[in-house]
T-cell receptor
């Protein structure tokens, strides 16, 4: 079965650079969620989209933005990167209203800011 | 937003032993999900429990949801090295979109 695809798997950026992370949800899933997981931490919710509209916002810095496109894939744009942005970034997808019953997560993008 | 507490934080056991990990909250869960995460990978959903007192079994894993829906446990029988990983409980919130809040997790190591 198709899973959630994230790219790239690994990304190394310098401070103050920008980064774009991509997420391709499971086919027919209309809701996408982004999570950030720092070293030794639990995943923290950043932002979610339903039908290309932002549906909820968590602890996402103002330097970050995201959008969902007409094919339901989503991109997380991160600017003015800081060392503290180094983390695993996960995308998950579900059908609307079904997220409370469980998500399918992608394998994540490991961002390292040097 | 409620806080989920998981215990123990770390657990190291020998292959073949049994173990139980816990997830507790001061508030009532609407539903509770258990995930297993391996290093550098995304969390993988194991089970969702919804009804108070519910028990679900997944091979050697038994999940229980407390009657009052404020606690849950995961019991593993005859643990194997392949069970090694981070076990996270999570609750859905945020209306129909179902965003998740996670516990800190239990890091399990099963030695051969």
């Amino acid at each position: 079965a198709a899973g959630v695809i994230q790219s790239p798997r690994h990304l190394i950026k310098e401070k103050r650079e920008t980064a774009t992370l991509k997420c391709y949800p499971i086919p027919r899933h209309d809701t996408v969620y982004w999570y950030q997981q720092g070293p030794g931490q639990d995943p923290q919710f950043l932002i979610s989209f339903y039908e290309k509209m932002q549906s909820d916002k968590g602890s996402i810095p103002d330097r970050f933005s995201a959008q969902q496109f007409s094919d339901y894939h989503s991109e997380l744009n991160m600017s003015s990167l800081e060392l503290g942005d180094s983390a695993l970034y996960f995308c998950a997808s579900s059908l609307v209203g079904q997220g409370i019953y469980g998500y399918t997560f992608g394998s994540g993008t490991r961002l390292t800011v040097v | 937003t409620q806080l989920l507490e998981q215990s123990p934080q770390f657990l190291s056991i020998q292959e073949g032993e049994n173990l139980t990990v816990y997830c507790n909250s001061s508030s009532v869960f609407s539903s509770l999900q258990w995930y297993r995460q391996e290093p550098g990978e995304g969390p993988v959903l194991l089970v969702t429990v919804v009804t108070g007192g519910e028990v679900k079994k997944l091979k050697r894993l038994t999940f229980q949801f407390g009657d009052a829906r404020k606690d849950s446990s995961l019991h593993i029988t005859a643990a194997q090295p392949g069970d090694t990983g981070l076990y996270l409980c999570a609750e859905g919130y945020g209306g129909s979109q179902g965003n998740l809040i996670f516990g800190k997790g239990t890091k399990l190591s099963v030695k051969p």
